[in-house]
C-alpha cells in the first residue's frame, strides 16, 4: 500500500486550523453595551479603577476571542432617558449582550414603580429584537423610602427577568453597601476599593452569556 505523506499531511493541517477556528468561535466576540447610571460612569472613582475598565481587563486575560465594550453609562441617569438613547446605541453598536443598570436614580427619586418596570421592560424587549442578550442588574432602595415602596421597587428586577427571560445580578452593591470603606461620603456611590467587587457581582451572571454567544457564532459558522 502506497500512502501518500503529502495528501496525509494537508489532511492534518486542515484538520488543526478547524481546531483552531471551532475554538475561537465557542470563546466568542462580539460587542457589549453597558447602559448605566453613575454607577458605571465611575462617579468620583478614577476611570481606569473603574468596574468596567477592571471588565476590559479581564476580558482580554480570561476570554479568548475580540470582544468591546462600550460604556453608554451617564451620571444621573434614568430608565427614561436610558429608553431614550438606547435605539441609536443598539443601531450603532450592534450589541451581542446589553447590560442594563438603570433604575436606582429613578427609585431615588421616588418615581413610580410602574414606570419604572415598563421602561426597563422596553428596553429589554428592544435589545432582544437586535438581537442582543440582556443581562439586567438589580437594585434596591434604603429602607427610609418606607417597605411599600422598597419592596415594590426590589421586586422590578426579579419579576422582569424571569418575564423577559433575561439574566439576572440581585443586588449590584451585595456585599458594598454597608461596609467600612466601600462607600463615598454621600452613602450612594462606591469607592474604588469597592469596584472590584461590583465586577465580581455582576461577572457570574455574564460569563455564561459570553459562553452561550461563542457557541451561537460557532453554529452559525
Known amino acids: 500500500m502506497v500512502i501518500n505523506t503529502a495528501k496525509t499531511s494537508l489532511r492534518s ?3 488543526l486550523a478547524l481546531l483552531v477556528l471551532s475554538a475561537q468561535a465557542l470563546a466568542g466576540s462580539g460587542a457589549i453595551l453597558i447602559m448605566g447610571d453613575s454607577l458605571s460612569a465611575s462617579y468620583g472613582v478614577q476611570t ?3 468596574w468596567v475598565a477592571q471588565l476590559r481587563e479581564r476580558l482580554d486575560s480570561r476570554v479568548e476571542g475580540d470582544w468591546t465594550v462600550v460604556n453608554a453609562s451617564i451620571s444621573g441617569e434614568t430608565t427614561d432617558g436610558g429608553l431614550r438613547r438606547l435605539p441609536d446605541l443598539l443601531s450603532r453598536h450592534q450589541p451581542d449582550i446589553v447590560v442594563i ?4 436614580n429613578d427609585g431615588l427619586r421616588g418615581f413610580p414603580p ?3 418596570e415598563n421602561n426597563l421592560a422596553t428596553m429589554i424587549e428592544l435589545s432582544q429584537e437586535s438581537g442582543a442578550r440582556v443581562l439586567l442588574v438589580g437594585m434596591q432602595m434604603p429602607p427610609n423610602y418606607g417597605p411599600r415602596y422598597t419592596e415594590a421597587f426590589a421586586d422590578i428586577y426579579p419579576d422582569l ?4 427571560e433575561t439574566e439576572l445580578v440581585p443586588f449590584f452593591l451585595e456585599g458594598i453597601y454597608n461596609q467600612p470603606g466601600m462607600m463615598q461620603d454621600d452613602g450612594i456611590h462606591p469607592t474604588g476599593d469597592a469596584q472590584a ?3 465580581d457581582n455582576l ?3 455574564l460569563e455564561p452569556m459570553l459562553e452561550q454567544t461563542g457557541s451561537r457564532s460557532a453554529q452559525a459558522d
Not at 161 to 164: L, N, Q, R, S, T
Request: no cysteine.
Open 48 to 50: 481606569e479603577r473603574a
Open 203 to 205: 461577572w457570574p451572571h
Open 161 to 164: 427577568a424571569e418575564a423577559k
Open 101 to 104: 443598570e438603570l433604575g436606582g
Open 13 to 15: 493541517i486542515l484538520f
Open 114 to 116: 410602574g414606570v419604572i
Open 197 to 199: 467587587r461590583l465586577l
